[in-house]
């Protein structure tokens, strides 16, 4: 587990920051990343300002094995993605040659300096443009950084454009049992069955169901055969418990 | 503006970096703190992980008038929330007299180590248990830093009840111009409608309805009429371009 890739994911967007949008793409990106064994361990949403951004990509990149940005790569003004990695990394920008082309092919008339922003990419031999099979303009990467779109559509697409140059790890997996018993009567029990499994994570996550105490219990680790025998103990605590607890085996 | 106090939240919890969990306590909070004119500055989602909680704590509260952490706080083994906290100020966990009075009281016989955990608090004089009308188990604030629960009501409950303790600023505003344009179309003009309302923070957010282009222009600002005018150019713009605008006037 402990040579396994790790990401964070950098949120560029005043609009989650205002309360507006709710973010999404965050459980996509963490779901998706659990399954090729990539192990996140943090997600920031900074502000569209410049010296915010730079500050996030330098502090990041050199943390973590993958950075994948999200938004702030359109047309207006406010999309100042591109201009900020390329200063974060020392670099200039310039217009990605073939996206240039499409775009001037696609658009015609209506090609204009704006549009244009869009085929920018910093220039290095470390930048690589991803092309993606459902969007016109791509993603692309540099370095450690991905950088993808903010629209929860385009995003995934230029995410699972991006997966075929990332490394993996063992997978993630993770299984759960949920019963209605009370966090506080199974703490104790818990934290021996964690102790007795150190390469599971255990996490207790409890909510009201029906107006009961409920309590999902997810156990989650490369190995799958220690997920399962830390669940069967946690189904029999709760179920001396009287919690009538549904084991959800991992996937 | 630019003396406002400003704020960070800081989301710890394994279950949001797995994508098991979709957060939504960050637009809730992210909302309110418009409404008591705190800007949000940043977020993190960290993993419940000493070393990264107290980071976490320590570089945000030195950089932000406020920090909000939500999630860690329950009775079970990866509830970590506090011990973290009291490391990150240097501090030892004391339980608050009147919260344990209350859970022995309340709890009876089943009262027990791990729920009596709920009442720690790291110790301190700017320490300050916050109660809420909602929930048993209270908040607290040290310093700077506001520690609420990670489910949302509860979360909910904590915030409102922290909001006496908060300094305001002046409330920033929104309103909105949604219409069937292109980004690229809008985004020279927009570029010019910026730079007259430099007061003004003007995003553009693009998406798909029925579908054609739809790009929803949003002015954010302490000064409703600079928003209104604002608004009443990108307007202008859009019905020039057969958009068929629609105004949304800040609230």
Chains 1, 2 share one sequence.
Do not use: W
């Amino acid at each position: 587990m402990s040579d396994a890739p790790t990401a964070c994911i950098l949120i560029i967007g005043d609009e989650i920051l205002s309360g507006r949008t709710q973010d999404t793409n965050v459980k996509f990106i963490a779901t998706r990343l659990g399954e090729l064994g990539i192990r996140l361990r943090e997600c920031r949403v900074i502000p569209d300002v410049p010296a915010a951004i730079v500050d996030a990509v330098n502090a990041c990149r050199a943390t973590y094995t993958y950075i994948f940005t999200t938004g702030g790569i359109g047309p207006t003004h406010d999309d100042i993605t591109t201009a900020c990695i390329a200063q974060a990394f020392g670099r200039n920008v310039m217009r990605h040659p073939e996206t240039e082309r499409r775009m001037r092919a696609h658009y015609g008339d209506s090609t204009n300096e704006a549009r244009l922003k869009m085929s920018e990419v910093p220039d290095g031999l470390d930048v690589q443009v991803i092309e993606n099979k459902s969007y016109f303009t791509p993603g692309y990467r540099i370095g450690n950084v991905f950088v993808m779109a903010g629209i929860p559509m385009v995003c995934q697409a230029m995410f699972e454009a991006a997966v075929p140059y990332l490394a993996r790890g063992d997978a993630m997996r993770s299984g759960s049992v949920d019963g209605f018993v009370r966090e506080g009567d199974i703490a104790n029990e818990l934290t021996a069955i964690q102790a007795r499994y150190p390469s599971v994570g255990i996490g207790s996550y409890p909510s009201m169901r029906d107006n009961r105490y409920f309590v999902s219990v997810v156990a989650r680790s490369t190995d799958t055969a220690a997920i399962n025998r830390a669940l069967s103990e946690v189904e029999i605590m709760m179920r001396a418990l009287d919690g009538t607890p549904e084991t959800h085996p991992p996937t």
